[in-house]
């Protein structure tokens, strides 16, 4: 099977490349980039117009299984990935049951084969049931092949059972991805802000946060762990980033488009598609986010792709689940928010949605060097349209961009040389 | 001309809504010190009471104002219904729906509970409170009083003192007195206030004798003895002295000040007994208010249905 893509702009921070040119793919591997390619190739895609980049990864998803497969699945999820853009995912390990060992792994292996669209990479919990107490098996999770170790949707608070992890990851060289979340300060149901006052709501700290960032910087540089923070939401803790950043120590972080699109001002009327953990925050910690990712002290730009079904959001708030779908808006949130507002370069959106994740992950991938396997994204960055979560992949729709005009959306999402969406349409789909 | 089809707070209410509620709560308070408040009956309508927090006072509150104006009055037991078995709150609220109420007057722990079955539900609703938003009606029935008193609004300066961070009443009268060009105050300790206040408009502060000088109106709050235990304040003994209202605070105030409370009161925690029994306390002048004006929201909800021909 070869693949000729004719006149887009390649974008590869990896390989520093921005030129309108040509990409031949030939057996699953990229084997010529160049101008004026004279390939005959089985299937041809004219590009002119549209951005060419290294596959898309996604490292903080929920695909739910094993054991809510009424919220998601993990063929619905590779669905919703491919739809989105997105040529690799990192699936979090609160599922039920919780992925701590090689089994559970291996299950998660099976049925990401078995759905064969995107790669799917799946994350090991830090301990045993994610409760806190005993770590789970991370070195026979390793060898079954997670890509990292997270508590996602809590942190580990016992600091000493949190430090051995990080010690004991590290004969692995796997990331830890830190949610960053302090209790006691996290009681409420948003943010601690004008609008938590104004809306009569309990509140969530952003001190909350900022500890626990902190907190793990310490004990990350102490030891010599590869330490992530995931979906960074606050003023406080983008400058405790900075000046680690500064000092030299090894540390990445993500954010999600949901943060950097939206305030705290959004839960006006109690729409429960606003809730989420991290709380949406104020327009002051909006543009630290965004002045963190055009400085380059963000490094990752991840969903945190949180599928709820309806009667889970159909509810108070209060008693709603936390969490927003986001595969299918990512490039688009992207594009319209950061791109198109001066924040990123459209090389600067490859580095946050590929080439760093890759590195973070440490991963062959997020690359469009020649004789990689061929993963590729094809963005229409000019392409216009309303936000309607009916129409998502996902299995849910729980979006607070419904109803929104975006710009930009993948065209083309291309898995080892094979184009698994095309406009919309996924594999088997495409004419 | 009515045209709301719920009463889900003051927030979102008009200054002309408002006046609107004191004037008819007036001409309803008239009725009651006459003893012809049955007279002014409507055609016969339902009420639901559901109230998922205890409060007998406002409950009963509620339910007399709605016979005075001839509805028939039914009360959701929320302990015996199917809210113990695990039914959630819209499926709940669908149900009674269909079954035909008018109007359904809910309190409920959770914020925006009440706006949630107002957009899913035929019926009207008054939030009778919700979680630590609003008390719409307590706060009219506060307005009323210090309407009553002082006959006006603009320039007055009302102060409201105690744990206004977990107090629907003072948000809720925030909303409303604001609105009408009072200055509020809200004071407190520390722990019970927030600067992010005075995104509602009104001043705070933690100087409980800056606050009360030269007072038209001032409010206390009842406290709760569970928040000392959530560490906002170390005891009663120390509360009392130093965030109590007592004659000292008040001889800070404008002479003619008047003091209020949405009850039950904690005598001599938050308020001391000379205050609550004083020439100033119109504490029981509220509780008839308050039937007064839940006559008149209640009133203006049925009018508001006739006009916007929604029946239940
Ligand atoms: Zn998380």
């Keep these: 099977m070869e693949l000729l893509i004719k006149n887009g702009r390649i974008l590869d921070p990896s390989t520093n490349l921005d030129f309108i040119g040509d990409i031949y793919i030939k057996n699953g591997i990229i084997e010529e980039i160049g101008q004026d390619l004279q390939y005959s190739a089985e299937k041809l895609i004219d590009a002119k117009g549209l951005w060419v980049t290294?596959?898309?990864?996604?490292?903080?998803?929920?695909?739910?299984?094993?054991g809510q497969e009424y919220k998601e699945d993990i063929e619905s999820g590779s669905r919703s990935a491919a739809k989105g853009g997105f040529t690799t995912i990192c699936c979090m390990p609160n599922t039920k049951p919780v992925v701590d060992n090689e089994v559970v792994v291996e299950y998660i292996n099976m049925k990401a084969k078995k759905a064969g669209l995107v790669n799917v990479l799946p994350i090991g919990a830090i301990t045993k049931?994610?409760?806190?107490?005993?770590?789970?098996?991370?070195?026979?999770?390793?060898?079954a092949g997670i890509c990292a170790i997270s508590e996602d949707g809590k942190s580990v608070l016992d600091a000493n059972l949190l430090r051995k992890a990080m010690q004991y990851a590290s004969m692995f060289d796997l990331p830890i991805l830190s949610h960053c979340e302090e209790p006691s300060l996290a009681t409420g149901f948003m943010n601690a802000g004008e609008m938590s006052a104004l809306l009569g709501m309990k509140e969530i700290y952003p001190e909350s946060e900022e500890i626990i960032v902190a907190r793990d910087i310490i004990l990350a540089n102490n030891a010599k762990a590869k330490l992530h923070l995931c979906h960074l939401s606050t003023k406080g803790s983008i400058q405790l980033l900075k000046e680690a950043k500064l000092r030299g120590e090894i540390v990445?972080?993500?954010?999600?488009?949901h943060h950097f699109t939206l305030t705290e001002e959004a839960v006006e009327g109690y729409d429960t598609n606003t809730k989420v953990n991290p709380p949406l925050r104020t327009r002051i910690d909006v543009e630290a986010i965004k002045c963190g990712l055009r400085d380059?002290?963000?490094d990752i730009i991840a969903t945190d792709h949180a599928p709820h079904h309806i009667d889970e959001k159909n509810c108070e708030y209060e008693v709603a689940a936390n969490g927003i779908v986001g595969l299918e808006t990512s490039v688009s949130l992207t594009i319209t928010e950061l791109v198109n507002k001066g924040y990123l370069t459209p090389i600067g959106l490859v580095e946050k949605m590929?080439?760093?994740?890759a590195r973070m992950l440490g991963i062959d991938k997020g690359t469009l060097e020649i004789g990689k396997i061929a993963d590729i994204t094809i963005i229409n960055p000019s392409i216009e349209y309303v936000v309607n979560g009916?129409?998502?992949e996902s299995k849910s729709k729980n979006t607070p961009f419904n109803g929104m005009k975006l710009q930009g959306k993948a065209m083309y999402t291309i898995v080892g040389g094979q184009v698994i969406m095309e406009d919309g349409k996924i594999r088997g789909e495409i004419q | 001309m009515w045209n709301r089809k719920d009463l889900v707070g003051l927030k979102d209410l008009s200054q002309d809504q408002i006046m609107e509620i004191l004037e008819l709560a007036k001409a309803m308070r008239e009725k009651i010190d006459n003893k012809e408040a049955r007279k002014d009956s409507l055609k016969k309508f339902s009420v639901l009471t559901l109230f998922y927090e205890n409060s007998t006072r406002t409950k009963t509150s509620f339910t007399m104002a709605a016979e005075f104006l001839g509805a028939d009055v039914n009360d959701l037991g929320i302990s015996t219904s199917s809210v113990k078995k695990g039914e959630s709150l819209i499926d709940t609220a669908k149900n009674l729906d269909q079954m035909g109420a008018d109007i359904m007057i809910m309190r409920h722990g959770m914020t925006g509970a009440p706006h949630l079955i107002a957009k899913n539900c035929r019926g009207s609703v008054v939030n009778a409170g919700d979680g630590v938003n609003e008390h719409p009606t307590q706060a009219l029935l506060d307005m009323f009083t210090i309407h009553e008193h002082k006959g006006k609004f603009q320039g007055l300066k009302i102060v409201i003192i105690g744990d206004i961070?977990?107090?629907?009443?003072a948000r809720s009268n925030v909303f409303g007195l604001t609105k009408m060009g009072a200055n509020v105050v809200l004071a407190g300790p520390s722990t019970m206030i927030t600067s992010n206040m005075k995104a509602l408009g009104a001043d705070v502060t933690s100087d409980?004798?800056?606050?009360?000088k030269d007072a038209d109106v001032i409010i206390g709050l009842r406290i709760q003895l569970e928040r000392q235990k959530a560490g906002m304040f170390p005891d009663i003994r120390e509360y009392s002295q130093l965030f109590g209202i007592n004659k000292k605070l008040l001889s800070l105030a404008k002479d003619d000040v008047i003091v209020m409370h949405p009850g039950p009161v904690n005598r001599g925690v938050e308020m001391s007994t000379d205050i609550i029994d004083g020439d100033n306390s119109l504490i029981l002048d509220q509780v008839k208010n308050g039937v007064a004006v839940r006559m008149a929201v209640i009133k203006l909800l049925m009018e508001g249905r006739k006009n916007n021909g929604i029946t239940n």
């Design chain 2, 208 to 212: 409980l004798n800056a606050a009360v």
């Design chain 2, 165 to 169: 961070k977990h107090s629907r009443v």
């Design chain 1, 252 to 257: 990445t972080a993500e954010v999600t488009p």
């Design chain 1, 129 to 143: 049931g994610q409760e806190g107490e005993i770590l789970a098996n991370i070195g026979k999770m390793a060898e």
């Design chain 1, 390 to 392: 009916q129409e998502f």
């Design chain 1, 54 to 66: 290294p596959g898309l990864i996604d490292v903080h998803v929920h695909l739910r299984e094993p």
């Design chain 1, 354 to 357: 590929s080439t760093n994740p």
């Design chain 1, 296 to 298: 380059g002290i963000v």
